[in-house]
């Protein structure tokens, strides 16, 4: 029960720090004008540590789903 507790508030986690992520071009966005901003600098500290933050959460995320994975083959 902890795990899909856990599952679901790293999903919802996860869908945050994705979406506060600045989009780097050459998508969608691009094709309806949103690509007209020219980025001058490189990633600041915060974007790093923003990465980084997603990383971790992401790993912890498939970890969840692993640990829950092995818990039902266990149970049946």
Known sequence: MGFSIALIVFSLLLM????????????????FGGGMQSSVGGSSVAERNLDRITIVVGLLWFACIVVLGILMKINN
């Open 16 to 31: 945050l720090l994705v979406l506060m992520h600045k989009g780097k071009g050459g998508g969608l966005s691009d094709m």
